[in-house]
Nanobody, 121 residues
C-alpha cells in the first residue's frame, strides 16, 4: 500500500521560510511524478508545483514562481518544497501527490494527509 507522509509545516512570520518534505513508501519512487497542492477551507485544492520523475522538469503556479522550489531525492523516496518569502495568502494545508505525469488538476493516484502552513505575525 502506497503512503505519502508530509512534514515540515508550522507557523511562520511573513517573509519567512519553511521546507516541506514528503516521504513515500513506494518501491519505485522514480516511476512517479510528484506534485504539491494546497487547500484552504471552502476553496478547491490548488496546484503549487510539480516535478518530473527524474527532476528534469519542474512547474510552478504563477502565485509561487520565484519563491518556491520543488526538488526530489529518489534515493530517499522524498520530495521537498522549499518555500521562501512566505505571505499570509500562502496559509493553507499543503498536500503532496504522486502520479504518472505532472498535471495541474488534483488528478493524482496517491495523496498525503496534508500539513498545515500558517503565515502570520
Amino acid at each position: 500500500q502506497v503512503q505519502l507522509v508530509e512534514s515540515g509545516g508550522g507557523l511562520v512570520q511573513p517573509g519567512g521560510s519553511l521546507r516541506l518534505s514528503c516521504t513515500a513508501s513506494i518501491r519505485t519512487f522514480s516511476d512517479y511524478a510528484m506534485a504539491w497542492f494546497r487547500q484552504v477551507p471552502g476553496k478547491e485544492r490548488e496546484f503549487v508545483g510539480g516535478i518530473s520523475r527524474t527532476a528534469y522538469d519542474t512547474y510552478y503556479a504563477d502565485s509561487v514562481k520565484g519563491r518556491f522550489t520543488i526538488s526530489r531525492d529518489n534515493a530517499k523516496n522524498t520530495v521537498y518544497l522549499q518555500m521562501n518569502s512566505l505571505q499570509p495568502e500562502d496559509t493553507a494545508v499543503y498536500y503532496c501527490a504522486a502520479g504518472a505525469v505532472i498535471v495541474t488538476v488534483p488528478n493524482y493516484s496517491y495523496w498525503g494527509q496534508g500539513t498545515q502552513v500558517t503565515v502570520s505575525s
